[in-house]
């Protein structure tokens, strides 16, 4: 068994505990639009690319508890990879959260991959579903009229206060497709944006409310 066939195995068995919204499938989707990406790019390392993929949200503060918070350490160790590889592998982890706007530039080809590949399953089609299945698990409303907006949250902030779903569009996935770094993942933004906005067009016109 390679290192990415151990990483996967192991990571699989701390996403059977997440939701929808965040399980295995979602890392199986983020993969694929990460190779797809790198398709595109020259001297990227791909074993570090896909690591980071497999890891990035096995200690999510969403769902981290008291037996969830090292994950990423323990598996990492588990792997047992060159201190240069872990160090690299654990700064893409750091650049992908959006955390309110409150992120960390990626510092590395590998991080703008992962990054924009993981922000394109924020949006487009699987991206309102992950919203939703998400929104379900925490008894949001699906929307509130009343409700403006935050801009300018910390990471705190953006975490900790239950908004309607489609508030969540607003406050994040309709700003995601301006972020992106790589130009295939511009490239693949730019249709799952455009579907987002008719969405919500669409959803005007069904509610009668100003969302």
């Known amino acids: 068994m390679n290192t990415l066939e151990q990483c996967e195995q192991l990571v699989k068995e701390v996403y059977k505990h997440f939701d929808a919204s965040h399980d295995f499938q979602h890392i199986e989707r983020v993969r694929k639009n990460a ?93 309102i579903a992950r919203t939703f299945a998400y929104g379900g698990t925490r008894g949001r409303k699906l929307y509130d009229a009343s409700e403006t907006p935050r801009a300018n949250m910390s990471a705190e902030e953006y975490r900790t206060k239950d908004t309607a779903s489609v508030t969540h569009f607003y406050e994040k996935l309709l700003l995601l497709s301006a972020g992106m770094i790589t130009e295939k993942g511009k490239e693949l933004a730019t249709e799952r944006h455009s579907f987002m906005e008719l969405f919500l067009q669409n959803l005007r016109k069904e509610t009668g409310e100003m969302l």
Do not use: C, M
């Not at 700064?91 to 992962?114: D, H, L, Y």
């Open 35 to 127: 190779l797809e990406i790198l398709e595109t790019i020259d001297n990227a390392d791909q074993e570090v690319v896909e690591l980071a993929v497999l890891l990035h949200d096995v200690s999510d503060p969403k769902y981290a508890k008291d037996q969830l918070k090292s994950e990423e350490t323990r598996i990492i160790q588990l792997l047992k990879l060159p201190d240069e590889k872990v160090a690299h592998i654990k700064e893409v982890i750091k650049s992908v959260s959006f955390n309110g706007g409150n992120e960390q530039q990626p510092k590395t080809i590998e991080a703008e991959v992962v990054r924009d590949a993981d922000r394109l399953d924020a949006i487009g089609a699987v991206g």
